[in-house]
């Protein structure tokens, strides 16, 4: 699953190979909070555009009440660290619910799959 930290490094030079492996395994997925972040800060129509068309051809993972149930537990569970973005709780736990992995450059996923069962894939900074 992509998160905003991944998408917004994807043509950085120490990214771009990984990231056109990735696309060209058909091993992109997202969620509608992933897309809602990413597409929140497009910078322009043009940008807006490719990143929507880019969020309609993949598969995406959605935010149910049990991934909700498990962002929460989450919090719960991670107790002195729970000022993690609510976007972050989310998209791991609807990763952790569909067994997708979570590709970022963020230390909230590492610390995310501690208590909820994913992988954290993270990008050279």
């Known amino acids: 699953m992509?998160?905003?930290?991944?998408?917004?490094?994807?043509?950085?030079?120490?990214?771009?190979?990984?990231w056109n492996a990735t696309i060209d395994a058909e091993l992109f997925a997202s969620c509608p909070v992933a897309a809602l972040e990413i597409l929140t800060v497009a910078r322009n129509e043009n940008e807006f555009a490719e990143a929507e068309a880019a969020f309609s051809s993949i598969p995406q993972a959605p935010v149910t009440p049990s991934v909700c149930r498990a962002a929460l537990g989450a919090a719960r569970e991670l107790r002195g660290s729970r000022r993690l973005p609510v976007?972050?709780?989310?998209?791991?736990?609807?990763?952790?619910?569909?067994?997708?992995?979570?590709?970022?450059?963020d230390k909230h996923f590492d610390l995310l799959a501690t208590v909820l069962e994913f992988e954290s894939v993270r990008l050279p900074e």
């Not at 992509?2 to 120490?14: M, N, V």
């Not at 976007?87 to 450059?105: K, S, W």
């Open 2 to 18: 992509i998160d905003t930290s991944a998408w917004s490094r994807q043509h950085a030079p120490l990214v771009r190979d990984r």
């Open 87 to 105: 976007a972050d709780y989310l998209i791991a736990a609807a990763a952790a619910e569909c067994g997708f992995g979570v590709l970022h450059a």
